[in-house]
């Protein structure tokens, strides 16, 4: 995003960066990419019909020295620019989708006190972000059941005493005993 001049040094949008945002100024900043950025050879890399074509362009980025996988990915960014078109959003099938009117809800997440107060009490916890599969739960008759899936980090440095209060505390806080 920066080699595109979207963003600054910094991270933050450059007027650049707002044009591609905006549906009416994308086409826009689309040119000012195509003209500062790609060099006019690619312009020429076209299909019958006068638009980009992807399989050229990363031929002709292959032979300027890249690889198979950053060719095409390259080359899926100029195609992208060069058409023109604010994309549609995706969906999880791989179908477009309209874009949403409204902005959508703000998400739940723990407020701050309460993410502070657990991190107090677990100062040694770390969190890699893995995930295990998650068997599907049934639901009752009384209404929806909540689930808690609960990963717990402990370092290699922690006692056996450190290990046993943290499943105390687990066993105290998730089953009231």
């Not at 595109?4 to 994308?26: A, N």
């Not at 604010?86 to 179908?95: D, M, R």
């Given at each position: 995003m920066?080699?595109?001049g979207?963003?600054?040094e910094?991270?933050?949008?450059t007027e650049?960066?707002q044009?591609w945002?905006?549906?009416?100024t994308?086409?826009?900043?689309?040119d000012?990419i195509?003209?500062?950025i790609?060099?006019?050879?690619?312009?020429?890399?076209t299909?019958d019909?006068?638009k980009?074509?992807k399989a050229?362009v990363?031929?002709w980025l292959q032979?300027?020295?890249?690889?198979?996988?950053?060719a095409?990915?390259?080359?899926s960014?100029y195609?992208?620019?060069?058409?023109r078109?604010?994309?549609e959003?995706?969906?999880t099938?791989?179908q477009?989708?309209?874009?949403?009117?409204?902005?959508?809800?703000?998400?739940?997440?723990?407020s701050p006190s309460r993410?502070?107060?657990?991190?107090?009490?677990?100062p040694?916890?770390e969190?890699?972000g893995h995930?295990e599969?998650?068997a599907?739960?049934?639901g009752t008759?009384?209404?929806?059941e909540v689930?808690?899936?609960?990963?717990?980090h402990?370092?290699?440095?922690?006692t056996a005493d450190?290990?046993?209060?943290?499943?105390?505390s687990?066993?105290?806080?998730?089953?009231?005993?």
């Amino acid at each position: 995003m920066r080699r595109l001049g979207l963003i600054d040094e910094e991270g933050s949008l450059t007027e650049r960066g707002q044009k591609w945002r905006v549906d009416g100024t994308y086409a826009a900043a689309c040119d000012e990419i195509i003209d500062e950025i790609y060099p006019a050879e690619l312009s020429s890399l076209t299909d019958d019909e006068g638009k980009p074509d992807k399989a050229s362009v990363k031929t002709w980025l292959q032979h300027k020295g890249l690889g198979d996988s950053n060719a095409s990915n390259m080359a899926s960014t100029y195609v992208m620019i060069a058409e023109r078109q604010v994309p549609e959003a995706p969906t999880t099938n791989g179908q477009a989708k309209p874009r949403p009117k409204v902005a959508p809800a703000p998400s739940s997440k723990a407020s701050p006190s309460r993410s502070a107060a657990a991190s107090e009490r677990l100062p040694a916890a770390e969190s890699t972000g893995h995930r295990e599969p998650v068997a599907p739960i049934q639901g009752t008759a009384n209404g929806p059941e909540v689930r808690l899936d609960i990963q717990i980090h402990i370092p290699a440095t922690a006692t056996a005493d450190q290990i046993d209060q943290i499943f105390a505390s687990m066993a105290k806080h998730l089953y009231k005993n």
